[in-house]
Protein backbone atom coordinates (compact mmCIF):
# COMPACT_ATOMS: atom_id res chain seq x y z
CA UNK A 1 0.00 0.00 0.00
CA UNK A 2 2.96 2.67 0.76
CA UNK A 3 3.36 2.80 -3.29
CA UNK A 4 0.16 3.68 -4.15
CA UNK A 5 0.60 7.66 -3.13
CA UNK A 6 3.61 7.40 -4.85
CA UNK A 7 2.18 6.10 -7.91
CA UNK A 8 -1.09 8.99 -7.39
CA UNK A 9 1.23 11.56 -6.70
CA UNK A 10 3.44 10.54 -9.84
CA UNK A 11 0.29 10.81 -11.74
CA UNK A 12 -0.70 14.16 -10.32
CA UNK A 13 2.24 15.68 -11.47
CA UNK A 14 2.17 14.06 -15.39
CA UNK A 15 -1.52 15.05 -16.07
CA UNK A 16 -0.52 18.83 -14.68
CA UNK A 17 2.70 19.02 -16.58
CA UNK A 18 0.73 17.74 -19.94
CA UNK A 19 -2.16 20.57 -19.29
CA UNK A 20 -5.05 17.69 -18.48
CA UNK A 21 -6.09 19.50 -15.29
CA UNK A 22 -7.15 23.17 -15.29
CA UNK A 23 -5.48 26.00 -12.70
CA UNK A 24 -7.38 28.51 -10.92
CA UNK A 25 -4.80 30.45 -9.55
CA UNK A 26 -1.53 31.87 -10.86
CA UNK A 27 2.00 30.05 -9.86
CA UNK A 28 2.84 30.52 -6.15
CA UNK A 29 6.02 32.99 -6.80
CA UNK A 30 4.30 35.31 -9.37
CA UNK A 31 3.60 38.74 -9.04
CA UNK A 32 -0.41 38.24 -9.22
CA UNK A 33 -0.02 35.14 -6.97
CA UNK A 34 -2.78 35.89 -4.63
CA UNK A 35 -5.60 36.65 -8.08
CA UNK A 36 -7.92 33.52 -8.35
CA UNK A 37 -10.68 32.45 -9.83
CA UNK A 38 -13.18 30.00 -10.14
CA UNK A 39 -12.77 27.11 -12.52
CA UNK A 40 -16.30 26.55 -13.32
CA UNK A 41 -15.96 29.85 -15.38
CA UNK A 42 -12.48 29.82 -16.43
CA UNK A 43 -11.11 26.46 -18.43
CA UNK A 44 -7.28 27.09 -17.53
CA UNK A 45 -4.98 24.56 -18.56
CA UNK A 46 -1.97 23.51 -15.91
CA UNK A 47 0.72 23.72 -18.59
CA UNK A 48 -0.23 27.53 -19.61
CA UNK A 49 2.67 30.38 -18.64
CA UNK A 50 1.58 33.15 -16.74
CA UNK A 51 1.50 35.54 -19.07
CA UNK A 52 -0.88 32.94 -21.50
CA UNK A 53 -3.25 32.90 -18.77
CA UNK A 54 -3.74 36.01 -17.77
CA UNK A 55 -4.17 36.87 -21.59
CA UNK A 56 -7.06 33.61 -21.65
CA UNK A 57 -8.54 35.17 -18.65
CA UNK A 58 -8.55 39.03 -20.08
CA UNK A 59 -10.28 37.62 -23.55
CA UNK A 60 -12.96 35.71 -21.66
CA UNK A 61 -13.70 39.06 -19.65
CA UNK A 62 -13.90 40.85 -22.71
CA UNK A 63 -15.98 38.25 -23.91
CA UNK A 64 -18.96 37.53 -21.40
CA UNK A 65 -17.54 40.55 -18.89
CA UNK A 66 -20.24 39.33 -15.71
CA UNK A 67 -17.64 36.62 -15.27
CA UNK A 68 -15.62 39.09 -14.03
CA UNK A 69 -17.73 38.25 -10.35
CA UNK A 70 -15.73 35.34 -10.19
CA UNK A 71 -12.13 36.63 -9.72
CA UNK A 72 -10.75 37.47 -7.02
CA UNK A 73 -7.66 40.40 -7.13
CA UNK A 74 -7.88 40.66 -10.54
CA UNK A 75 -4.57 41.98 -12.33
CA UNK A 76 -4.62 45.29 -13.53
CA UNK A 77 -4.72 43.99 -17.15
CA UNK A 78 -8.19 42.21 -16.72
CA UNK A 79 -9.34 45.14 -14.63
CA UNK A 80 -8.42 47.16 -17.63
CA UNK A 81 -9.80 44.37 -20.28
CA UNK A 82 -13.41 45.22 -17.79
CA UNK A 83 -12.70 49.44 -18.15
CA UNK A 84 -12.35 48.88 -21.82
CA UNK A 85 -15.87 47.17 -22.08
CA UNK A 86 -17.31 49.89 -19.78
CA UNK A 87 -16.09 51.96 -22.19
CA UNK A 88 -17.64 50.43 -25.27
CA UNK A 89 -20.87 50.22 -23.68
CA UNK A 90 -20.76 53.91 -22.85
CA UNK A 91 -19.56 54.67 -26.40
CA UNK A 92 -22.65 52.42 -27.65
CA UNK A 93 -25.66 53.34 -25.39
CA UNK A 94 -27.06 56.20 -23.42
CA UNK A 95 -26.80 54.32 -20.08
CA UNK A 96 -23.88 53.04 -18.00
CA UNK A 97 -23.61 49.71 -17.40
CA UNK A 98 -23.81 50.14 -13.73
CA UNK A 99 -23.61 46.21 -13.36
CA UNK A 100 -20.08 45.75 -14.90
CA UNK A 101 -18.96 49.41 -12.57
CA UNK A 102 -20.35 47.20 -9.59
CA UNK A 103 -18.10 44.24 -10.23
CA UNK A 104 -14.69 46.80 -10.29
CA UNK A 105 -16.41 48.58 -7.03
CA UNK A 106 -16.81 44.50 -5.47
CA UNK A 107 -12.83 43.38 -6.38
CA UNK A 108 -11.43 46.68 -4.68
CA UNK A 109 -13.00 45.13 -1.63
CA UNK A 110 -9.93 43.30 -1.46
CA UNK A 111 -6.79 45.27 -0.29
CA UNK A 112 -4.79 42.65 -2.21
CA UNK A 113 -6.02 43.92 -5.56
CA UNK A 114 -3.43 46.07 -7.77
CA UNK A 115 -5.05 49.00 -8.48
CA UNK A 116 -5.17 48.91 -12.62
CA UNK A 117 -5.01 53.35 -12.38
CA UNK A 118 -3.42 55.24 -10.05
CA UNK A 119 -6.18 56.89 -7.66
CA UNK A 120 -9.11 54.11 -8.45
CA UNK A 121 -8.86 52.60 -5.26
CA UNK A 122 -9.13 56.18 -3.68
CA UNK A 123 -12.01 57.26 -5.74
CA UNK A 124 -13.88 54.04 -5.13
CA UNK A 125 -13.13 54.02 -0.70
CA UNK A 126 -13.84 58.02 -0.91
CA UNK A 127 -17.56 56.36 -2.17
CA UNK A 128 -17.80 53.63 0.62
CA UNK A 129 -21.33 54.16 2.48
CA UNK A 130 -23.20 55.36 -0.39
CA UNK A 131 -26.10 53.90 -2.46
CA UNK A 132 -24.58 51.74 -5.10
CA UNK A 133 -25.75 54.15 -7.57
CA UNK A 134 -23.62 57.00 -6.34
CA UNK A 135 -20.72 54.64 -6.17
CA UNK A 136 -21.05 53.66 -10.03
CA UNK A 137 -21.44 57.64 -10.61
CA UNK A 138 -18.59 58.71 -8.70
CA UNK A 139 -16.14 56.09 -10.50
CA UNK A 140 -17.18 57.10 -13.33
CA UNK A 141 -16.55 60.54 -12.82
CA UNK A 142 -13.03 59.51 -11.46
CA UNK A 143 -12.27 57.71 -14.52
CA UNK A 144 -13.79 60.41 -16.77
CA UNK A 145 -11.48 62.61 -15.50
CA UNK A 146 -8.39 60.56 -16.35
CA UNK A 147 -6.63 61.61 -19.37
CA UNK A 148 -7.69 59.46 -22.74
CA UNK A 149 -4.35 59.11 -23.69
CA UNK A 150 -4.30 56.49 -20.70
CA UNK A 151 -7.24 54.35 -22.32
CA UNK A 152 -9.43 55.08 -19.57
CA UNK A 153 -13.29 55.81 -20.05
CA UNK A 154 -14.41 59.76 -21.17
CA UNK A 155 -17.50 61.19 -19.82
CA UNK A 156 -20.08 61.51 -21.89
Known amino acids: MPLMPVVLDLLSRASHALGFETLDRFPRNHLHARTH ?63 LVLLLIEAYRSPYTMEARPGLRTAIEASAGQEPRERVHATLAFLGAMPAAFDVIEAS
Not at 57 to 86: E, K, W, Y
Open 37 to 99: WDRAYFDIASDLKPEAIERSLCDSIANTPSIFAHIANPTPAMQRTLLGVIDTRLRRSCGAPSD
